[in-house]
């Protein structure tokens, strides 16, 4: 449910912005102000924008099998990862950190306009982690692990 952002170039559909951290944000693409907003659209808009393997994983809770993701393999050394559903800058490059199942982060990215990009949802799985803008499912965050300074895994 991720694509990847670097700045002023593309390495995935739709996607041309800035990094957020070194722009305090916003940036081209991602659109300033604007993309705090909420994005709400229906089962059939959400089926047009997504893969069949985003929505299931975005809008359907689902997950994806152990080591499968592109992203795992994948350590840029600059740019951010963003939602695949509404493009929200969710983390940095440099906050994702090497993880034998899933790509993994240590933090997520913080803003004066929307605070946290993750949100939060405690339920019988754990910590379920959620797109600060379209509520779309990311995973589920892990505290206590010890794999790095924060004590998170994303």
Same mark, same amino acid.
């Given at each position: 449910?991720?694509?990847?952002?670097?700045?002023?170039?593309?390495?995935?559909?739709?996607?041309?912005?800035?990094?957020?951290?070194?722009?305090?944000?916003?940036?081209?693409?991602?659109?300033?102000?604007?993309?705090?907003?909420?994005?709400?659209?229906?089962?059939?808009?959400?089926? &047009?924008?997504?893969? *069949?393997?985003?929505?299931?994983?975005?809008? @359907?809770?689902?997950? +994806? $099998?152990? !080591?499968? #993701?592109?992203?795992?393999?994948?350590?840029?050394?600059?740019?951010?990862?963003?939602?695949?559903?509404?493009?929200?800058?969710?983390?940095?490059?440099?906050? &994702?950190?090497?993880? *034998?199942?899933?790509?993994?982060?240590?933090? @997520?990215?913080?803003? +004066? $306009?929307? !605070?946290? #990009?993750?949100?939060?949802?405690?339920?019988?799985?754990?910590?379920?982690?959620?797109?600060?803008?379209?509520?779309?499912?990311?995973?589920?965050?892990?505290?206590?692990?010890?794999?790095?300074?924060?004590?998170?895994?994303?």
């Amino acid at each position: 449910p991720f694509q990847f952002s670097k700045p002023r170039t593309s390495r995935c559909r739709a996607t041309m912005a800035e990094d957020p951290a070194a722009s305090g944000g916003g940036g081209s693409g991602v659109g300033g102000e604007e993309w705090v907003e909420k994005v709400k659209l229906s089962t059939a808009e959400w089926r &047009k924008r997504l893969t *069949p393997s985003e929505y299931q994983i975005l809008r @359907c809770h689902g997950t +994806e $099998a152990p !080591g499968t #993701h592109s992203h795992i393999r994948f350590f840029p050394s600059d740019g951010y990862f963003a939602c695949a559903g509404c493009l929200l800058p969710l983390y940095s490059a440099g906050a &994702k950190f090497r993880d *034998p199942g899933w790509p993994a982060w240590d933090k @997520c990215f913080f803003s +004066e $306009a929307a !605070g946290c #990009h993750v949100a939060t949802k405690s339920g019988m799985g754990g910590t379920e982690i959620l797109c600060g803008r379209c509520d779309g499912h990311l995973g589920h965050v892990f505290f206590g692990e010890r794999h790095t300074k924060t004590n998170e895994r994303h």
